[in-house]
């Protein structure tokens, strides 16, 4: 998209993403140039196979990165807060230390996904 956009083509990507987060698209593949604002906005005429594909592989990763995003969230929330792996928890199956064996960095990793 271009850096012309205005305020509310930014008000529907970050609605977008915040499907894309919350799962209500994850599975349906939507290519950029199938984008009912894309469509609406008439740009596919206008530009060049290039630029077409460019927007296609930054709309890739942006998606890619919101449904990873997503995964996080569902690491953190079902298995990192489990009472079964929280190594505080009298009901946690893993041995000491095999807790931050597995989850050492994923706050920081999901700080740098957030970004």
């Known amino acids: 998209m271009s ?3 205005s305020d ?3 008000t ?3 609605a977008f993403l915040e499907q894309l987060e919350k799962g ?3 599975n349906m593949r939507v290519l950029w140039c199938e984008l ?3 469509k609406e906005s008439g740009i596919l005429d206008n530009i060049k196979r290039e ?3 460019r927007q296609e592989a930054m709309f890739e990763v942006i998606t890619s990165e919101a449904s990873y995003l997503r ?3 569902i690491l953190m929330s079902q298995f990192i807060k489990s009472e079964e792996l929280n190594a505080g928890s009298s009901l946690c199956v893993l041995e000491r230390g095999q807790s931050h064996v597995l989850f050492s960095n ?3 990793i999901k700080s740098v996904s957030e970004k």
Do not use: A, F, G, Q
Request: charged content about 40%.
């Open 3 to 5: 850096s012309d956009s």
């Open 8 to 10: 509310k083509s930014l």
């Open 12 to 14: 529907d990507d970050e």
């Open 24 to 26: 209500t698209l994850r």
């Open 36 to 38: 009912p604002e894309v």
């Open 51 to 53: 630029e077409r594909k």
């Open 71 to 73: 995964s996080l969230n």
């Open 106 to 108: 994923i706050n920081s």
